[in-house]
T-cell receptor
């Protein structure tokens, strides 16, 4: 079956532009996660949804970052007024159920954002 | 707060020789631990996980890891490296409640012929 998909795969933005990154989770997966991976670093947690509810957004680095999942399926990560430090790969992951360490997170290929 | 430390940023081995990627964790309670692999231009893939069952965990592609509470370690091993094992490997810890993952900084495994 299809895995987690993300679009676009690559995005170049000028500083100050707004961007929107899309994640299509595996069908039926309840939980959805966003991570940010800077060059040469491990991914860092941004936010978590269980269905349409955003249960944790403690990792969002500033109020320029906003995520939504209005129908409990597709999610969009929006970054307003992009800055150079926002350049990173943004990873989306989904898992079958909410909660519990037995639920494997399946990762998408990521969106590489470059802010000039 | 939970964290993991990957002790080597790069590990180089020859094909057919053993692999050892080292990871120490810090957690105030019994953690869940994972190893993920990331090949270039591909998504992260789960290799194996420890969730308080057997301390020796077997994963895919011949990898295994041993949870040692006394040493707060979760090292990844493979008896014989293959060229296709060349990738970035991440040691990961998760908290209770939901599965928020905390990643280490990664170890790049280089395999030479």
């Amino acid at each position: 079956g299809a895995g987690v998909s993300q679009s676009p795969r690559y995005k170049v933005a000028k500083r100050g532009q707004d961007v929107a990154l899309r994640c299509d989770p595996i069908s039926g997966h309840v939980s959805l996660f966003w991570y940010q991976q800077a060059l040469g670093q491990g991914p860092e947690f941004l936010t978590y949804f269980q269905n349409e509810a955003q249960l944790d957004k403690s990792g969002l680095p500033s109020d320029r970052f906003f995520a939504e999942r209005p129908e409990g399926s597709v999610s969009t990560l929006k970054i307003q007024r992009t800055q150079q430090e926002d350049s990173a790969v943004y990873l989306c992951a989904s898992s079958r159920q909410g909660g519990g360490a037995d639920n494997e997170q399946f990762f998408g290929p990521g969106t590489r954002l470059t802010v000039l | 707060a939970q964290s993991v430390t990957q002790l080597d940023s790069h590990v180089s081995v020859s094909e057919g020789t053993p692999v050892l990627l080292r990871c120490n964790y810090s957690s105030s309670y019994s953690p869940s631990l994972f190893w993920y692999v990331q090949h270039p231009n591909k998504g992260l893939q789960l290799l194996l996980k420890y969730t308080s069952a057997a301390t020796l965990v077997k994963g895919i592609n011949g990898f295994e890891a041993e949870f040692k509470k006394s040493e707060t370690s979760f090292h990844l091993t493979k008896p014989s490296a293959h060229m296709s094992d060349a990738a970035e490997y991440f040691c990961v810890v998760s908290n209770t409640g939901f599965q928020k993952l905390v990643f280490g900084t990664g170890t790049r495994l280089l395999v030479s012929p």
